[in-house]
């Protein structure tokens, strides 16, 4: 209620103004006799005119203050539209870059692990090759001694054998 008194306030000293200011309204009143009342009436209708003309102007600021307040945030929305979009737009960018960083890498290290594979299967046929050669080496030592042995015993039971038989 106090913005009420406010505007009357405001209203009655406007009126004040305005009432001294057009003489022209009070001339058609020239012609009849003035008296009191209607000094008074001219004076509450002077008012009425100002409060009106008062309100259309208050309803008028309003009105653009609402246009403005509008304007400001269609504004802002863009911006933080336009903000949401070049985010967007780097962390995409972003992604992209990392995905393609980790693809490299991948085919990198699968690249690196099929010739480590190639490498240990490379060094574990030559370690078989290795082992079996030296497996075949051995064996055949083993056999030649085998038959030196068997000979030898052979040798050994022909020698007791003719003692025996003469």
Do not use: C, F
């Not at 200011?21 to 000094?39: F, I, Q, T, V, Y």
């Not at 070049?86 to 992209?96: V, Y």
């Amino acid at each position: 209620m106090p913005a009420q008194k406010d505007r009357t306030k405001k209203s009655g000293s406007q009126v004040e103004v305005q009432s001294e200011a057009p003489p022209e309204e009070a001339e058609p009143m020239a012609d009849r006799p003035k008296s009191a009342l209607d000094e008074v009436m001219s004076q509450a209708e002077r008012a009425y005119a100002a409060y009106m003309d008062a309100e259309r102007q208050v309803a008028k600021a309003y009105h653009e203050n609402e246009m403005q307040v509008a304007k400001a945030y269609k504004r802002a929305e863009a911006q933080a539209t336009r903000a949401y979009e070049s985010t967007a737009m780097q962390a995409l960018k972003d992604r992209d870059g990392a995905l393609a960083k980790a693809a490299r890498t991948r085919e990198e290290m699968i690249q690196r692990a099929e010739e480590a594979y190639r490498a240990t299967e490379a060094a574990a046929n030559s370690a078989y090759e290795a082992t079996l050669a030296d497996a075949a080496k051995l064996r055949d030592e083993n056999v030649e001694k085998a038959w030196g042995v068997r000979d030898e015993t052979i040798e050994q039971a022909w020698q007791i054998y003719s003692k025996i038989a003469r």
